[in-house]
């Protein structure tokens, strides 16, 4: 069974980038069809999808973070990497990356999650 493991600072000054490093343990990262998000929960707030990348490269993000956001991978380390620029406190959150499949023109649930990894902005 796949496993997500997030990894990265803790604590990021404001108006620095927020950098974080999902580890997918099986599979090559590019196996079709799968797509693999960032996902975060402020405090108090509920899931806010940021973003993805898909299995041949490609990515997405939320119209409301895309200013701000990269995803991008390593594949000779399978590793989906997110970097978030220009941070405020209200960046703080958990930060969590979900793997989910695409099949003839939708994504289905979520199906493996990582165990997200806290994240503070503050100076």
């Known amino acids: 069974q796949v496993q997500l493991h997030e990894s990265g600072p803790g604590l990021v000054a404001p108006s620095q980038t927020l950098s974080l490093t999902c580890t997918v343990s099986?599979?090559?990262?590019?196996?079709?069809?799968?797509?693999y998000s960032w996902i975060r929960q402020p405090p108090g707030k509920g899931l806010e999808w940021m973003g993805n990348?898909?299995?041949?490269?490609?990515?997405y993000y939320s119209p409301s973070l895309k200013s701000r956001t990269s995803i991008s991978r390593d594949t000779c380390n399978n590793q989906i990497t997110l970097q978030l620029s220009s941070v405020t406190p209200e960046d703080t959150a958990v930060y969590y990356c979900?793997?989910?499949?695409?099949?003839?023109?939708?994504?289905?649930?979520?199906?493996?999650w990582g165990q997200g990894t806290q994240v503070t902005v503050s100076s």
């Open positions: 979900a793997r989910q499949s695409y099949y003839s023109g939708s994504y289905a649930p979520f199906a493996s």
């Open positions: 990348i898909a299995y041949v490269g490609t990515t």
């Open positions: 099986v599979g090559p990262i590019t196996t079709n069809y799968y797509y």
